[in-house]
């Protein structure tokens, strides 16, 4: 069967981030994308000019459309916006229980602007969490779900990869793109163990939907029924040659996107 993934996650009008971006890394890595979207923005390279939230009854309504119809193989979860939101996303994911979730915790854009109300941090943790495979916070998300200041070390990457596993999920990327040094080093965490992936760090200001393109790219594999080992290396690879390519193009003035089919032209 075709493999399937569906994106719940904010629009984003410049096409960089968000649903766009989703959609764009599913048909790269060959898997057929659907989506319920969660938030319409108005934003382009240089940030975010307005946010308008998708009523929690139609956030449901299109989760239901899709799965009642669609062999869902996985589920990326992006941009939830409100606690409302994040609550019917649960419910739907309870009553339709796909085999894969995973939850990228965006809380801000490249551009700096808030896309999670801060009172619905804790309904994100405590509603989402438990029912995701992999969470996929950067250096700031993670120190910010917890509490902590950003970690500078591998241990404390490690120590607080171990405590955001705690909150229910099964494992956790801490994604090291924030981070320094020549290489950019993303740690998947689990009960077992903590695997180190590195890649070299490059030097572009073309960043734009790098968390939403790799958090897809993992649920891409695990459509096409790769391991979460596996899933996770392959799209970090993807990623790391997807922001290599991006100064291929010339896209807006602010942080310009990444280049989803940079292995096609």
């Known amino acids: 069967m075709t493999p399937v993934a569906l994106t719940i996650a904010g629009s984003d009008s410049s096409g960089g981030a968000g649903i766009q971006a989703d959609l764009k890394s599913f048909a790269a890595l ?120 950003v970690a500078e070390s591998e241990a404390d990457v490690e120590r607080q990869g171990k405590r955001l596993l705690a909150m229910g999920c099964r494992a956790v990327l801490v994604k090291g793109g924030h981070g320094h040094g020549a290489d950019s080093i993303d740690y998947l965490i689990d009960a077992e163990r903590s695997i180190a992936l590195a890649a070299p760090r490059i030097a572009t200001a073309n960043t734009h939907g790098t968390g939403c393109s790799l958090s897809s790219a993992i649920a891409a594999g695990l459509a096409k029924g790769e391991s979460m080992e596996t899933s996770v290396r392959n799209a970090k690879a993807w990623i790391t040659e997807a922001i290599a390519a991006a100064d291929r193009f010339a896209v807006g003035h602010g942080h310009g996107p990444v280049h989803h089919f940079h292995k096609y032209y």
Do not use: C
């Not at 319409?40 to 799965?67: E, K, R």
């Not at 894969?100 to 602007?113: I, Q």
């Open 30 to 149: 060959g898997v057929y994308g659907a989506s319920a979207i969660t938030a319409l923005t108005a934003q382009n390279t240089t940030g975010v000019s307005g946010i308008h939230p998708v009523p929690a009854s139609f956030v449901t309504a299109q989760i239901d459309a899709v799965f009642s119809d669609l062999a869902v193989g996985a589920v990326k979860i992006g941009m939830v916006a409100q606690a409302e939101t994040i609550a019917a996303i649960a419910d739907g994911l309870m009553r339709w229980a796909p085999r894969h979730v995973v939850l990228d915790p965006v809380m801000v854009a490249t551009s700096g602007d808030r896309l999670l109300a801060v009172e619905a941090v804790d309904a994100l943790k405590t509603l989402l969490f438990p029912l995701a495979s992999l969470i996929t916070p950067n250096l700031p998300e993670a120190a910010a779900l917890l509490n902590e200041p």
